[in-house]
Protein backbone atom coordinates (compact mmCIF):
# COMPACT_ATOMS: atom_id res chain seq x y z
CA UNK A 1 0.00 0.00 0.00
CA UNK A 2 1.50 3.40 -0.59
CA UNK A 3 1.32 5.91 1.58
CA UNK A 4 0.30 9.52 1.27
CA UNK A 5 2.17 11.61 -1.69
CA UNK A 6 2.86 15.09 -0.06
CA UNK A 7 3.56 18.01 -2.29
CA UNK A 8 6.84 18.31 -2.24
CA UNK A 9 7.94 22.31 -1.78
CA UNK A 10 10.96 22.52 -4.22
CA UNK A 11 8.50 21.65 -7.31
CA UNK A 12 7.58 25.54 -7.23
CA UNK A 13 11.21 26.15 -7.78
CA UNK A 14 11.51 26.33 -11.56
CA UNK A 15 14.69 27.28 -13.68
CA UNK A 16 13.57 30.03 -15.51
CA UNK A 17 12.93 32.55 -12.96
CA UNK A 18 13.73 35.37 -15.40
CA UNK A 19 11.45 38.78 -15.13
CA UNK A 20 9.94 40.63 -17.72
CA UNK A 21 7.84 43.39 -18.11
CA UNK A 22 7.15 43.42 -14.43
CA UNK A 23 6.47 39.82 -14.19
CA UNK A 24 8.10 37.44 -12.31
CA UNK A 25 8.78 33.96 -14.03
CA UNK A 26 7.86 36.05 -17.40
CA UNK A 27 8.29 32.41 -19.84
CA UNK A 28 6.11 30.40 -17.51
CA UNK A 29 3.61 32.92 -16.98
CA UNK A 30 3.30 33.47 -20.78
CA UNK A 31 3.48 30.21 -22.10
CA UNK A 32 0.99 29.04 -20.00
CA UNK A 33 -1.10 31.29 -21.73
CA UNK A 34 -0.86 28.80 -25.17
CA UNK A 35 -3.80 26.40 -23.15
CA UNK A 36 -5.78 29.68 -22.80
CA UNK A 37 -5.66 30.43 -26.77
CA UNK A 38 -6.28 27.12 -27.72
CA UNK A 39 -8.74 26.10 -25.46
CA UNK A 40 -10.66 29.14 -26.75
CA UNK A 41 -9.66 28.52 -30.08
CA UNK A 42 -11.55 24.82 -29.40
CA UNK A 43 -14.62 26.20 -28.56
CA UNK A 44 -15.04 28.20 -31.71
CA UNK A 45 -14.15 25.31 -33.54
CA UNK A 46 -16.70 23.44 -32.05
CA UNK A 47 -19.09 26.33 -32.53
CA UNK A 48 -18.81 25.67 -35.99
CA UNK A 49 -18.21 22.28 -36.83
CA UNK A 50 -21.08 20.77 -38.25
CA UNK A 51 -22.53 17.84 -35.56
CA UNK A 52 -21.93 15.43 -38.38
CA UNK A 53 -18.50 15.01 -37.33
CA UNK A 54 -19.44 13.89 -34.01
CA UNK A 55 -20.68 10.76 -32.83
CA UNK A 56 -23.62 12.40 -31.08
CA UNK A 57 -23.98 14.68 -28.86
CA UNK A 58 -22.54 13.49 -26.09
CA UNK A 59 -18.98 13.61 -27.86
CA UNK A 60 -19.66 16.98 -28.35
CA UNK A 61 -20.49 18.04 -25.17
CA UNK A 62 -17.84 16.08 -23.56
CA UNK A 63 -15.20 18.34 -26.18
CA UNK A 64 -16.91 21.51 -25.69
CA UNK A 65 -16.44 20.74 -21.85
CA UNK A 66 -12.71 19.56 -22.21
CA UNK A 67 -11.75 22.86 -24.14
CA UNK A 68 -13.16 25.70 -22.21
CA UNK A 69 -11.26 23.25 -19.23
CA UNK A 70 -8.21 23.97 -21.00
CA UNK A 71 -8.94 27.44 -21.49
CA UNK A 72 -9.01 27.67 -17.87
CA UNK A 73 -6.02 26.09 -17.17
CA UNK A 74 -4.36 28.29 -19.00
CA UNK A 75 -5.40 30.81 -16.77
CA UNK A 76 -4.77 29.01 -13.89
CA UNK A 77 -1.16 27.93 -14.73
CA UNK A 78 -0.34 32.04 -15.53
CA UNK A 79 -1.88 32.77 -12.41
CA UNK A 80 0.47 30.29 -10.31
CA UNK A 81 3.53 30.80 -12.01
CA UNK A 82 2.80 34.28 -10.57
CA UNK A 83 3.82 33.24 -7.10
CA UNK A 84 3.84 29.41 -6.95
CA UNK A 85 2.89 27.89 -4.04
CA UNK A 86 -0.10 25.11 -3.47
CA UNK A 87 -2.58 27.59 -3.29
CA UNK A 88 -2.13 28.88 -6.52
CA UNK A 89 -1.14 25.85 -7.83
CA UNK A 90 -4.81 24.34 -7.08
CA UNK A 91 -6.10 26.99 -9.32
CA UNK A 92 -3.67 25.12 -12.16
CA UNK A 93 -4.46 21.54 -11.11
CA UNK A 94 -8.20 21.78 -11.13
CA UNK A 95 -8.98 22.83 -14.23
CA UNK A 96 -6.26 20.39 -15.92
CA UNK A 97 -7.91 17.49 -13.70
CA UNK A 98 -11.33 18.18 -15.19
CA UNK A 99 -9.84 18.55 -18.61
CA UNK A 100 -8.54 14.76 -18.34
CA UNK A 101 -12.01 13.55 -17.35
CA UNK A 102 -13.61 15.50 -20.30
CA UNK A 103 -11.27 14.12 -22.82
CA UNK A 104 -11.85 10.65 -21.37
CA UNK A 105 -15.88 11.01 -21.85
CA UNK A 106 -15.45 11.99 -25.33
CA UNK A 107 -13.11 8.77 -26.18
CA UNK A 108 -15.51 6.42 -24.08
CA UNK A 109 -18.14 7.96 -25.79
CA UNK A 110 -17.17 8.05 -29.62
CA UNK A 111 -15.14 4.75 -29.21
CA UNK A 112 -17.63 2.81 -27.23
CA UNK A 113 -20.15 4.21 -28.67
CA UNK A 114 -22.29 4.94 -25.94
CA UNK A 115 -24.67 7.98 -25.23
CA UNK A 116 -24.66 8.26 -21.41
CA UNK A 117 -26.08 12.33 -21.70
CA UNK A 118 -24.78 14.35 -19.07
CA UNK A 119 -24.46 11.85 -16.17
CA UNK A 120 -20.79 10.48 -16.83
CA UNK A 121 -19.19 13.93 -18.27
CA UNK A 122 -20.59 15.28 -15.02
CA UNK A 123 -19.48 12.25 -12.53
CA UNK A 124 -16.31 12.51 -14.64
CA UNK A 125 -15.60 15.98 -13.95
CA UNK A 126 -16.86 15.72 -10.51
CA UNK A 127 -14.55 13.02 -9.32
CA UNK A 128 -11.51 15.33 -11.43
CA UNK A 129 -12.09 18.33 -9.06
CA UNK A 130 -12.37 16.14 -6.43
CA UNK A 131 -9.22 15.10 -6.51
CA UNK A 132 -7.71 18.20 -6.08
CA UNK A 133 -10.00 19.48 -3.16
CA UNK A 134 -8.85 15.82 -1.42
CA UNK A 135 -5.33 17.07 -2.25
CA UNK A 136 -5.54 20.55 -0.56
CA UNK A 137 -7.24 19.15 2.49
CA UNK A 138 -4.95 16.17 3.03
CA UNK A 139 -1.85 16.91 1.83
CA UNK A 140 -1.72 13.66 -0.46
CA UNK A 141 -1.68 13.66 -4.62
CA UNK A 142 -3.08 10.21 -4.88
CA UNK A 143 -6.33 10.92 -6.22
CA UNK A 144 -4.53 14.07 -8.52
CA UNK A 145 -2.13 11.22 -9.54
CA UNK A 146 -4.90 8.91 -10.13
CA UNK A 147 -7.25 10.79 -12.03
CA UNK A 148 -4.36 12.19 -14.26
CA UNK A 149 -2.20 9.55 -15.11
CA UNK A 150 -5.11 6.74 -14.94
CA UNK A 151 -7.48 8.79 -17.29
CA UNK A 152 -4.42 9.25 -19.76
CA UNK A 153 -3.58 5.60 -19.43
CA UNK A 154 -7.33 4.32 -19.89
CA UNK A 155 -7.35 7.07 -23.09
CA UNK A 156 -4.30 5.20 -24.67
CA UNK A 157 -5.83 2.16 -23.95
CA UNK A 158 -8.96 2.73 -25.72
CA UNK A 159 -7.73 3.78 -28.90
CA UNK A 160 -5.51 0.96 -29.31
CA UNK A 161 -8.10 -1.46 -28.74
CA UNK A 162 -11.10 -0.15 -29.70
CA UNK A 163 -11.50 1.22 -33.23
CA UNK A 164 -12.77 5.03 -33.81
CA UNK A 165 -15.22 5.69 -36.09
CA UNK A 166 -13.55 8.46 -37.88
CA UNK A 167 -10.15 8.31 -40.21
CA UNK A 168 -6.76 8.59 -38.55
CA UNK A 169 -7.84 7.60 -34.99
CA UNK A 170 -4.41 7.03 -34.49
CA UNK A 171 -4.66 10.93 -33.87
CA UNK A 172 -5.17 10.41 -30.18
CA UNK A 173 -2.12 8.35 -29.46
CA UNK A 174 -0.11 11.05 -31.24
CA UNK A 175 -1.87 13.68 -29.12
CA UNK A 176 -1.06 11.35 -25.77
CA UNK A 177 2.75 10.75 -27.30
CA UNK A 178 3.46 14.17 -27.64
CA UNK A 179 1.69 15.11 -24.19
CA UNK A 180 4.38 12.47 -22.60
CA UNK A 181 6.55 14.11 -24.47
CA UNK A 182 5.55 17.48 -22.47
CA UNK A 183 5.81 15.26 -19.03
CA UNK A 184 9.67 14.70 -19.38
CA UNK A 185 10.40 18.12 -20.28
CA UNK A 186 9.05 19.08 -17.03
CA UNK A 187 10.75 16.90 -15.56
CA UNK A 188 13.91 17.73 -16.82
CA UNK A 189 13.33 21.50 -16.31
CA UNK A 190 16.73 22.31 -15.06
CA UNK A 191 18.66 20.45 -17.03
CA UNK A 192 17.11 21.74 -20.29
CA UNK A 193 17.56 25.13 -19.20
CA UNK A 194 21.06 24.40 -18.62
CA UNK A 195 21.30 22.56 -21.82
CA UNK A 196 19.73 25.30 -24.13
CA UNK A 197 22.22 28.14 -22.63
CA UNK A 198 19.46 29.86 -20.41
CA UNK A 199 17.42 30.34 -22.91
CA UNK A 200 14.66 28.36 -22.59
CA UNK A 201 13.59 26.16 -19.55
CA UNK A 202 12.40 22.54 -19.92
CA UNK A 203 9.25 23.73 -18.04
CA UNK A 204 8.00 26.40 -20.63
CA UNK A 205 8.39 23.48 -23.62
CA UNK A 206 6.02 21.85 -20.93
CA UNK A 207 3.49 24.03 -21.71
CA UNK A 208 4.05 24.95 -25.62
CA UNK A 209 3.92 21.02 -26.56
CA UNK A 210 1.06 20.13 -24.57
CA UNK A 211 -0.58 23.00 -26.09
CA UNK A 212 0.70 21.99 -29.58
CA UNK A 213 -0.74 18.48 -28.90
CA UNK A 214 -4.34 19.75 -27.79
CA UNK A 215 -3.82 21.69 -30.95
CA UNK A 216 -3.62 19.15 -33.31
CA UNK A 217 -6.39 17.29 -31.65
CA UNK A 218 -8.70 20.50 -32.51
CA UNK A 219 -7.12 19.99 -36.08
CA UNK A 220 -8.22 16.43 -36.29
CA UNK A 221 -11.58 17.11 -34.75
CA UNK A 222 -12.10 19.76 -37.23
CA UNK A 223 -11.39 18.00 -40.43
CA UNK A 224 -12.20 14.68 -39.51
CA UNK A 225 -14.51 12.34 -41.76
CA UNK A 226 -16.25 8.85 -40.38
CA UNK A 227 -14.75 5.76 -41.53
CA UNK A 228 -16.78 4.37 -44.16
CA UNK A 229 -18.59 1.40 -44.30
CA UNK A 230 -16.43 -0.48 -47.21
CA UNK A 231 -13.21 0.20 -45.01
CA UNK A 232 -15.22 -1.23 -41.50
Known amino acids: MIGPLHQDQAYHRFADARALLGL ?27 AARFSGPDEWRAYWAFCWAVALAGMGSAYYHLAPDDASLAWDRLPIA ?5 LLCAVITERLRVAPGWTLLAALALVGAASVVY ?28 PSQYRQGWVIVGVA ?7 VCELYDRKIYELTGHSVSGHT ?9 IAALLAWLALRQPVSAGHG
Open 24 to 50: QNFADVSSSLAFLAVGLAGVLILWRVP
Open 98 to 102: VAFMC
Open 135 to 162: WRAFDDLRPYALAQFGSFAAIVFLCAWF
Open 177 to 183: ALYGVAK
Open 205 to 213: LKHLIAAAA
